[in-house]
Antibody, heavy 120, light 108 residues
């Protein structure tokens, strides 16, 4: 059974940094694309970032480019999102999502999400 | 960037009725269009991928159709558990991966 468990969310002041983690199990982590998708309170879904299985290829939404860094540790089956220079607009539930096989960015499975609140 | 526009924004129907949700893309996405269901307080769940393929465990009352720029999600006979928000998503012209703004399916 595929399981994705996010952690690391919380209340952070504007300009601060936070690192989210997503622990994966139930599949061969290193062979799948992984992504972060966020949802601001009461709003729709917004793609944030994607990383390929070997970690060499990464992609970002313009809204987070230069501030967020996606990474993965395949030895620990864990996905990360380092978030810097946070603003109120980054307040959202952050979901990690497992892609399809190979380089497919279909969001087959989702974690339960972790809430990030940026406020003073 | 491919912009996805969903209609209607809200759809009010009764259990047993047929639901038809639309997703229109600003540029062709071939058949790389997926549909997700999200219930309050829950993560989204994949329903349909590549326009018409049901994901694992998805009931047969859910079906998808379309190609290019116009897509439809149909729920043939609504069950009480189907009332939720539905999003379409494209992965042809990426980055960025984009979602529609969502359609809220509510009980009439």
């Amino acid at each position: 059974e595929v399981q994705l468990l996010e952690s690391g969310g919380g209340l952070i002041q504007p300009g601060g940094s936070l690192r989210l983690s997503c622990a994966a199990s139930g599949f061969t982590f290193s062979t799948y694309v992984m992504s972060w998708v966020r949802q601001a309170p009461g709003k729709g879904l917004e793609w944030v970032s994607t990383i390929f299985g070997n970690g060499d290829s990464t992609y970002y939404a313009d809204s987070v480019k230069g501030r967020f860094t996606i990474s993965r540790d395949n030895s620990k089956n864990t996905l990360y999102l380092q978030m810097n220079s946070l603003t109120a607009e980054d307040t959202a539930v952050y979901y990690c999502a497992k892609g399809g096989s190979g380089a497919d960015v279909l969001f087959e499975y989702w974690g339960q999400g972790t809430l990030v609140t940026v406020s003073s | 960037e491919v912009v996805l526009t969903q209609s209607p924004v809200t759809l009010s129907l009764s259990p047993g009725e047929r639901a038809t949700l639309s997703c229109r893309a600003s540029h062709s996405v071939l058949r790389y269009l997926a549909w997700y269901q999200q219930k309050p307080g829950q993560a989204p769940r994949l329903l349909i991928y590549d326009a018409s393929n049901r994901a694992s465990g998805i009931p047969a009352r859910f079906s998808g159709s379309g190609s290019g720029t116009d897509f439809t999600l149909t729920i043939s006979s609504l069950e009480p558990e189907d009332f939720a928000v539905y999003y379409c998503q494209q992965r042809y012209g990426w980055p960025p991966i984009t979602f529609g703004q969502g359609t809220r399916l509510e009980i009439k």
